[in-house]
């Protein structure tokens, strides 16, 4: 005889290293480093379990803290809705939690627009305001919730759960991407389950699988099943006393799993099932028939469902509902949960709803469906709901119905994933509804092109062909749309195949041509700015300056703003007229267009007002632009290609706190190919800014992404070999001569190659003519400098940087001083506001005092020199500052920089010393140790140790003690 059997194991067991990784990133979350843990196991196997003994952690608050100051966790359970699912149904659940938990204020505070808050309202009824603004847009969804959840996580640490990811819909699966990829320096956990065993080739979580595995910031779990020790515990938790051998049959039968010991174990000494089925269905089986009616009702609903919708589909009474969820809560089949009611395990929903008779399940799901009709919103949520219980009621009309009218609304309130699946769910049903086209309001091929159209906006070109296949095979007669469809193939294929299909583009303007109507024209305007991309010289020009007449004698703005856009790409195709291509887009970004494609015209400015140098003029444009898409709550979508290059600009203009916050939003908006190049900019600003420590970083981070990317864009190769280069130059040359001489052809060949962009070439040409400076490169390599140099256009920025090559040049040539001062002292009056980074204004003062020390002007250069140093830091090139200072001391005036601290002690070897190694030898002062510093600075100990190894052997000490005494001397000295 045995004791009576818990229905659940008192505490878990085993699962040791499973929870240590999540605490692990729980506490890298709270300390400013947002880490996402993807759970894995297969059904029963413990992922809910070892997520609750996690959250049970985490929430205690062992030191009494304040509640504002603990863990904020939120919970979201994802619902087994067909393929297509209720966009962002578990985030619904998040959302409410964190305003429970933080309230109303703080939730509009931290969505921060209107747009935002209107938008959020929808999952979070009570944030909207009494009296909202009525011609305030909704924003985007999945960026008001990034916003909020980004703005939350800066004050309160975020554990965001979410269970049962093989459920989720394309809208969260979205979303969570974007949230384990992009954000950084915030409080964030996330804890996402998943069944591996739902998850075969064709499942569409495998391939968000796929890129979370790439992304750094994500921790992976595997819940393996229980070893045979294991299983004996936890059955010796359940049930004491049972017999070893019948703990083996356990172990063996259970397969290892915690769910099904518990319900073996349950099931006492009666006979046992023989299936997977009759095991989970052990419970059930005990409820009396109303219970278990109710509980098969619930079944069709999904793994929660609502009392109020129960209540409306189940055919009860209210005390006889009542009773029957007592009885099935007290058999723990269900949970109260909320307002509703969960299943305890999916296993328990999926076998209770295969229990269904085939019209009971026709039957139940049709009462689903009409109550939600008749008192659900019309949100894309409630439509696909809706759709789906209509399908299960084979009720395919109805069904067809309800996914037209959540399409509808995809359109204007959710993301374009939703918008894709809801058109191919239509064009799947097509065939088996009557009078489809007049119910859908379009027709089957317009249907096809929406789902390409869809499937392009979210940058999965290889299903936005194959839609647009589609939607061309039965397009025979309809010149618009079969246009239309052309011109979608050729776009998707040049992105997925680079295959160049002129004639698909042709076709389409043959069957536009003749046709008055007004979307015919449009689209004509549209498609002849393909042949104006695809096209060079008289040919490209004809076809843009068509499209622009089309689009303005229709007076469709959206048009006209594309063809001004693609005329500017076209001007600026000739190097001597970059300057030219400035006035189309400016006409382009004053057109009355929706925000998107405003985003799309002001980014191409700020762009082409940084390829001709106009940095100044570029930050105020790409911060103007940047703030509007922001404001729009469209900052995911249009953000990144006004980020990236407003980061440049800023960067360039001497703005550096700016850059760097432009450059964090650039890393969130970005996906993985687009972070490369973000990477590449924050590596060479640190550089220039004499920050090892974070440029390492920079480079270890874009190690994950840089290989894709170069097979995305192979020109990028070109961006990081100048990059290198730069990090080997010296106030008197390349620091690392052989490196450099080897270095050298690569950069002159950037300088060269006419298949790169303008600022490729003219960056590498500058840079060449400095990597040249000592290091014996021959006369060929040189020769080909001054070609990239008489080859540079006529405009100002391009003669900038022929102008500072030239005088690198001279330098390395050893020209005569009075030439070479000559040289850098124009380069510094013309490049001084503009036309090159600030930078290399810098440098060309630094060139230029170094002339001036030659040609024995000893106190021009010690008074230039002293401007550089104290200026370079706060424009961020402390490096080049660095090098002012070793220069003047050197020149044997002292330091250059006035009030520098111990730098200013007036030795040579102080000044060899980094603004971070000053900070380490502060330290050593103060008799801290490499751990100590290391806490201190937060950087680890071995970066401290290998600071202190560098700083001894610069300032010439044996030990600390000698190096404490050194810096002692040297700040009485500058206080003296």
Known sequence: ????????????????SELAALIEAFDDGASGMPRTVVVRGEAGVGKTRLVQEFLSLVARDPLGAAPSDGPVVAFGQCVDLGPIGAPFGPIRRVLRDLHAVVGTDALREAA????????????????????????????????????????????RHLVVVLEDLQWADAATMALLKTLASTLRGRRLTIVATYRSDDIDRFHPLRPVLAELDRTRSVVRVEVRPLTGDEVAEQVAQLAAGLDPRMIESLTERSGGIPFLV??????????????????????????????????????????????????????????????????????????????????????TREAVEGEMLPSERVRVHRHYAEHLAAHRGDSPEDGSAVAEHWLAARDLPAAFDATVEALRHSRTRFSPATRAKLAERLTELWDQVPDASA??????????????????????????????????AVCPDDAVVRAALLRQRYVESFNLENRDRTEDIEQAVALLEGVDEVPARILLSRTLTNLAHGEHGEAAAAYAARAIALAEEVGDAEALAVALTVEAWRIAGDEDDEPGAVAPLKRAVTLPVDPPLRAYAGGALTDMLLRIGRFHEASVVGTQHYDDVARAG???????????PLSFALFAAGRPAEALAASQRALRLFGPHGKASVYRL?????????RADERAEMLAAERATIDEAMRENPGKSRWWTIERAEALLGPRGPHDRAAARELLPEVVAAAEDEDRSPAVRRYGMATAALLALGVDADAAVHTRIRAAIAAAPEHDAAQAYAAFAAAALADAEEAPAAERVARWRAVAAAIEHDLMPVWHFHQARCRLATALIAAGDRDEALELLARVAAEAPGQGAARVGRWASELAAQAGGGTAAAGAGPAAAGSGTVGALTPRELQVLELIAEGLTNPQIGQRLFISPKTASVHVSAILAKIGATNRAEAAAWYTSAVAASRS
Do not use: C, K
């Open 634 to 644: 469209i900052e995911r979508g249009s953000g990144a290609s006004i980020a990236h």
């Open 262 to 347: 518990e319900e073996l174990v349950d099931v006492g000494d009666r006979a046992l099932p023989d299936t997977l089925r009759d095991l989970v269905l052990a419970r059930y089986a005990r409820l009396g028939d109303d219970a278990q009616h109710v509980v098969r009702t619930m079944a069709a609903g999904g793994m929660h469902v609502e009392h109020d919708v129960l209540a409306a589909v189940a055919p009860l009474d209210d005390a006889g509902l009542d009773s029957a969820v007592r009885e099935a809560i007290d058999t723990r089949v269900i949970l109260a949960d909320g307002a509703g009611y969960t299943f305890r395990h999916a296993l």
């Open 112 to 155: 921060g627009s209107a747009a935002a808050i209107a938008s959020l309202a929808a999952l979070v009824p009570g944030i909207s305001a009494e009296h909202p603004d009525a011609e305030e847009p909704a924003g985007e969804f999945a960026e008001a919730i990034e916003v909020l959840l980004e703005q939350l996580s800066q004050r």
């Open 439 to 472: 119910r859908a309001g379009v027709t089957l091929p317009a249907l096809h092109l929406d789902a390409a159209q869809a499937w392009h906006d979210l940058g999965d070109a290889e299903r936005a062909l194959r839609s647009a296949n589609e939607g061309l």
């Open 682 to 690: 924050l590596a060479s600003h640190y550089d220039w800014d004499d």
């Open 1 to 16: 005889m045995t004791m009576p059997a818990l229905s659940s194991s008192p505490r878990m067991v085993g699962r040791q």
